[in-house]
Nanobody, 121 residues
C-alpha cells in the first residue's frame, strides 16, 4: 500500500497562486502514476491532473490546463500541484492519489486525506 500525506491547502484570492504537495511512502516502487482530484460541495469528485512516475508525462483536465502544473520529485517521493490564476470555481477539497496499473480513473487506489483550497472573489 501507498500512504499519501498532503499539505499546502489554504485560502487565496482570485488570480492568486497556491502550491500543493503530496509525500508518498510505503510501496512507492510499484507506483505507475500519481494524480490530483478535487470535489466541491454538492458535486462529484473530478480529475484534475496526473503524472507518470517514471517518465514524468503529464495529463490535465481541460478546466485547469494552462493554469495548473503537476510535477514530481522522484528522490523525495513527492508530487506537487502548482495552481496559478486561481478562480472561485477552483474551490474544493483536493485529493492526492496513486495508481499502480495505469492512470485511468479506475487505476487510482491509494488516496490522501484531502486538503481544502478556497478561492475568494
Amino acid at each position: 500500500q501507498v500512504q499519501l500525506v498532503e499539505s499546502g491547502g489554504g485560502l487565496v484570492q482570485a488570480g492568486g497562486s497556491l502550491r500543493l504537495s503530496c509525500a508518498a511512502s510505503g510501496r512507492t516502487f510499484s507506483t505507475y502514476a500519481m494524480g490530483w482530484f478535487r470535489q466541491a460541495p454538492g458535486k462529484e469528485r473530478e480529475f484534475v491532473a496526473a503524472i507518470s512516475w517514471s517518465r514524468g508525462s503529464t495529463y490535465y483536465a481541460d478546466s485547469v490546463k494552462g493554469r495548473f502544473t503537476i510535477s514530481r520529485d522522484k528522490a523525495k517521493n513527492t508530487v506537487y500541484l502548482q495552481m496559478n490564476s486561481l478562480k472561485p470555481e477552483d474551490t474544493a477539497v483536493y485529493y492526492c492519489a496513486a495508481a499502480r496499473a495505469g492512470w485511468g480513473p479506475s487505476d487510482f487506489d491509494s488516496w490522501g486525506q484531502g486538503t481544502q483550497v478556497t478561492v475568494s472573489s
